[in-house]
């Protein structure tokens, strides 16, 4: 095999003789070499099985904008605190990412439902989407009744993959689908609260997007017994599979905190809806 190697390498690695073998200078430094990357080897491979065990290294978390600003931020510096061997890339978007071509690690997503894809999705809460307009807006056109009535107001539409141009309206009791029409289209609830509290026209955005506007008196609920079929909180990841610690620990650090966030967000609200 040596031969075979020195051969190959077309160089003399040992010197033998009747008695021992030595190494040429040659061999030395080949040999110092191969130590050095079997030592790199071993390092990686130690990082790699420790990355399994301790969250260390760079997570990247991708969300919906709105929904991420109000529950998933504040969890951040959480995460750094308790993993300080952890690096946090912070990435919103408004649709469903390709998470395994983008790198991502967990994708955060509201949705009525997903499609059935290869991502692992987990449910982690419910939000709700209610209508709400600016008091000078319904003084100006009036306060619709019924949900039918809502064809003949300007609706400020969310556009992204959780919603639509076509509002699904429940009572409870039974269901409508309506589709609406206005002057203003945004792929984020904050755009059609900040356009609704002007009087821009009647908004159908998740709760938690309206209850500082609520609290101010900006703006308030419309069709008060009505709202929008409920929405799942999704997190996403590409694999099952050797998930790292430092995704183990986000995915804890969620199911942790979300749920108990969402709820006390929707008691908030129907604290100030309540007698609408």
Not at 66 to 94: C, D, M, S
Not at 123 to 144: F, N, Q, W
Not at 177 to 183: A, F, I, S
Request: hydrophobic share 40%; charged share 25%.
């Amino acid at each position: 095999m040596m031969t075979e190697l020195e051969l190959r390498l077309e160089t003399k690695l040992i010197q033998r003789n009747s008695r021992n073998l030595t190494l040429t200078s040659a061999g030395e430094n080949y040999l110092l070499k191969c130590r050095e990357v079997l030592d790199l080897v071993a390092q990686a491979e130690g990082e790699a099985a420790g990355s399994a065990e301790q969250p260390i290294g760079n997570l990247r978390i991708i969300c919906l904008s709105g929904f991420g600003w109000r529950y998933v931020v504040p969890l951040i510096p959480e995460y750094l605190k308790r993993y300080p061997n952890a690096q946090v890339e912070y990435l919103t978007h408004q649709r469903i990412p390709d998470l395994l071509g983008e790198g991502i690690d967990v994708g955060m997503f509201v949705a009525r439902e997903l499609r059935s894809s290869s991502l692992i999705a987990k449910r982690v809460g419910t939000i709700h989407a209610h209508m709400c307009a600016s008091p000078d807006y319904l003084k100006r056109h009036g306060e619709p009744v019924r949900p039918e009535d809502l064809v003949h107001h300007r609706c400020l539409r969310l556009m992204n993959a959780a919603f639509s141009q076509q509002w699904d309206l429940t009572d409870g009791r039974s269901s409508v689908t309506l589709r609406t029409e206005g002057p203003l289209l945004a792929d984020t609830p904050n755009a059609l609260v900040i356009a609704a509290t002007q009087g821009a026209g009647i908004a159908l955005v998740p709760s938690y997007a309206i209850i500082d506007a609520l609290k101010d008196k900006t703006i308030v609920k419309v069709l008060p017994n009505w709202q929008a079929e409920h929405f799942g909180v999704f997190t996403l990841m590409p694999s099952r599979q050797f998930i790292a610690a430092k995704t183990r620990a986000w995915l804890d650090l969620i199911q942790e905190k979300l749920p108990d966030a969402l709820e006390r967000d929707e008691r908030l609200f129907k604290s100030l809806t309540d007698g609408s």
